[in-house]
Nanobody
């Protein structure tokens, strides 16, 4: 059974940092791009960041560029999202996903990030 499990969310004050982790089990995703998405209350899920399978290329939403960093450790089947200079508008449930082909076919259950002002 394939699983993606996120962790590292929590409550933090504006300007603080959090590091999210996503551990994959059931299969390896070392040959797949991985992404982070988020969904705030009352809003649609939105793209946050993406990393190619070797980690050579990264992509970010404009809203997080310069503050968030996506990375991966294929030996640990883990993807990370380092979030710095957090803002209240970053409050959301954060999901990791594995891209198979053109679609993200595997999703985690999400981890809550709450940024207080």
């Amino acid at each position: 059974q394939v699983q993606l499990v996120e962790s590292g969310g929590g409550l933090v004050q504006a300007g603080g940092s959090l590091r999210l982790s996503c551990v994959a089990s059931g299969r390896t995703f070392s040959n797949n791009a991985m992404g982070w998405f988020r969904q705030a209350p009352g809003k649609e899920r939105e793209f946050v960041a993406r990393i190619t399978w070797r980690g050579g290329s990264t992509y970010y939403a404009d809203s997080v560029k310069g503050r968030f960093t996506i990375s991966r450790d294929n030996a640990k089947n883990t993807v990370y999202l380092q979030m710095n200079s957090l803002k209240p508008e970053d409050t959301a449930v954060y999901y990791c996903a594995a891209q198979i082909g053109v679609a993200y076919d595997y999703w985690g259950q999400g981890t809550q990030v709450t940024v207080s002002s």
